[in-house]
């Protein structure tokens, strides 16, 4: 039954032109949430000695990569980066110095080059780390990832010099092997200088594009916000970016620093992640403003950091967000539950004072919240469907495609058709007060949730509540008003997370868009409904405008020139002969597969599990040697010291042991893994390798069981041999390599013959040893 409006002045929703003016300040509350998380513009070489300048750091950047090949770790390119960097510290005044350290990372051991040198300060106690990586991925030039970081930490030491000196030393990384597994980061966590160093700025990059975002931080991170908030001239992120980044299982070397007790902030854009790890990832792509960005959040660091106090332990954390006009806002995240519960309160209250005032009866108001939460898992359904019915028409045969925006836009725009007829539903059986405070639920269940399980994202629900809690209590007759005043910030905070989703997290990401929409949409309603026609214009717009971007995704190309096909060719050798398989995290053209010679599903390329689709037959490879120099047994497990080398000279190998094997007991050339890298889960293989083999090959030490009957070895050399140009061309015309690129792999099996049982000893003391002869 209809109720009647608190305000019959204006009408059964309010005035048309204050509903006008809600509904274009929520379209730039939406634009300016995308905009403020956008790279400034870039500064030209002629700026002030000791300003940072994107330009200057171009060129450092053109004169390092040289011819832009790729440059992994333990590569010739490698080595010429490197030289390139020292040369590049030494013109600005500096004394480099090279370590070269083996180190192991989780799985994965290498010699690496760790470039150091320090920006001497007043003090050298408490100093600050500017770190980056230098190497690449073998199927990429690495520009962003992490070229552009090498850069901008070159530049701001030369404007740092330029100007007075800092209270404390800088000390800049800019370290080998990260790409590997954060060796080179693990490598400078056992050297001296370490121990100086109290804080630290990390600069990454997950695409080629974007702003350089605040992804990390650290527990304990209060005094840091308000530090951030104080320092950076146009922050970019938010506490929220944390939170979800540390339930990723992705890892920087800010990981290892984090690890070791240092605080500090690990920037990173993430924009035109297709190219991430490919050729694309070259200077052509590399957006001079996101490198201007890094600069800039580096340079100001650098000044703040060196002249705070040091760092003190801290429980304490904090929410922070940026805002238009380069603004950074927070607050202590120990104030959420008194936040949560004034929203929470005054929502409540609200209602009852619209009962009172016979806006609505009290029945209507629990029924439009439910209404409000069941829209937004409807939009979550919808968004499951509508993404089965991309996958369907092919639009989406890899994590990202050409046809991106069109999907995210459609996903927008189906969350406007759904959302406003059952907005239009609520507010013609309970009335617009109803429809108002019911828009309000699912904020309000997001603050309360992340206030218990993620208080670094408890802003998303908390501002837009509370923005139209106190709005409704300052004018209870317009709801129409305050319901739209809580969807600007809203609009403001959600929007980066709608649009840059499918960005984040590929495709599988547009599922979340129509419920991330529907959330910030639902305060609005009223103002959509007051318009004209509102609620069938909206609802038209909305299914109308994403059937077109479904057909615009449909009729577009998936790949294109700065969207490649990702496909690696990898030649696998073992016992039986070699092949060639293709490996793609894309659908790969029938007609490429049909004329190169593959077949249409994939197989496992070796015996331990890693699967590709098989191809035509290739060259042979020399088998990796293998010598088990010695064989112990130690209680009911034996003890192995294994030598590999590559007889074809690899400069990768390793071993791939069963999944019953002692981690805490394998040794490379002596050196433990690192065990805070180590994944927890069950698995019928481990793998552990060395980048870097040298003519003596790499030893291996670990324990299995007694019944265990064998293991494999292999190694591994970029590239392909000669014999396959052809497959190659073909794959070019419709694919680029991506991430360790393509492989040539040699592969055999090391059989372990039995072991007796081990007879008691005499002095009956457990942990006798008894030695086998090596095999």
Known sequence: MPTRSINP?????????????????????????????RAPSPVGADAAADAFSSARAMGVLERVLGDQRPHPTASPANAAVRDAIVAELRAIGLEPQVQRRFACGGFTCATVDNIVARVPGVSADDAVLLSAHYDSVAAGPGASD??????????TARALLAGPAPARDVWLLLNDGEELGLIGAEAFAREPEFARIARVVNLEARGTTGASLLIETQ?????????????????????????????????????????????????????????????????????????????EHALSLSRAFSAAEPPAPDDADAVFFSLPGSLMAGWPASWNPVLLAIAVLGWLVLGARLVRAGAVRAAALPVAAV????????????????????????????????????????????????????????????????????????????????VLWMPGGAHVGLVPVLAGVIASH?????????AGLAALPAALLWMPYAEGAYDAI?????????????IMLLPLLPAVLALPRGAALASAAGWLGAGVC?????????????????????????????????QSGALLPRAFLDAAGFAREREPMNPWGSRGVPGPRGPALAMPAVVIEQRDVVGDRQRLQVRLRSARGATTGGLMLPGTVDLTSLRVNGQPLAQSRWHARDEPWRGISVV??????????????????????????????????????????????????????????????????????????????RSISAR
């Open 692 to 769: 870097g083999l040298g003519a003596d090959g790499a030893v291996f030490t670990f324990d299995l069981p007694l019944d265990a009957e064998h293991f494999h070895a292999f190694d591994r050399s970029h590239g392909l041999p000669t014999g396959l140009e052809v497959v190659v061309a073909a794959r070019d015309e419709v694919g680029v390599p991506i991430g360790g690129g393509d492989a040539s792999i040699a592969w055999t099996t090391v059989p372990l013959p039995a072991v007796a049982p081990q007879d008691p000893p005499e002095d009956n003391q457990a942990g006798s040893n």
């Open 146 to 155: 992490d070229g552009a970081g090498v850069a901008a930490i070159i530049e």
């Open 506 to 518: 590929g495709h599988e990401g547009l599922v979340a868009v129509p419920a991330v929409v529907g």
């Open 371 to 450: 209404l409000a939460v069941v829209g937004i898992a409807v939009l979550g359904v919808a968004g499951v469907l509508g993404h089965m019915l991309l996958q369907a028409l092919g639009t989406v045969p890899a994590t990202w495609t050409a046809q991106g925006g069109a999907m995210v836009a459609g996903m927008m725009l189906l969350a406007i058709g759904i959302l406003v007829p059952l907005g239009w539903l609520v507010q013609r059986t309970w009335g617009v007060a109803a429809l108002a405070w019911g828009a309000l639920s699912p904020l309000v269940l997001v603050a309360a949730a992340a």
């Open 474 to 482: 300052l004018a209870p007759r317009r709801p129409l008003l305050w």
């Open 9 to 37: 002045g204006l009408g059964a929703s309010g005035s048309p032109v204050v509903a006008a003016v809600l509904v274009l300040a929520f379209v730039l509350a939406a634009w300016l949430g995308v905009a403020q998380n």
């Open 219 to 295: 527990a304990g991170n209060a005094a840091l916000a308000r530090l951030l908030r104080a320092s950076l001239s146009a922050p970019a992120g938010s506490s929220l970016e944390y939170e979800i980044y540390r339930t990723l299982p992705n890892d920087t070397d800010f990981t290892v620093y984090k690890r070791d007790g240092l605080a500090g902030a690990n920037f990173a854009w993430a924009r035109a992640p297709a190219r991430y790890h490919t050729p694309l990832d070259d200077i052509a792509h590399l957006d001079r403003g996101s490198l201007q960005h890094h600069g």
């Open 550 to 582: 479904v057909l615009l995704a449909v009729s577009q190309p998936a790949f294109d020139a700065d969207v490649p096909r990702p496909a690696n060719l990898v030649l696998v050798a073992g016992p039986d002969g070699s092949r060639l398989f293709a």
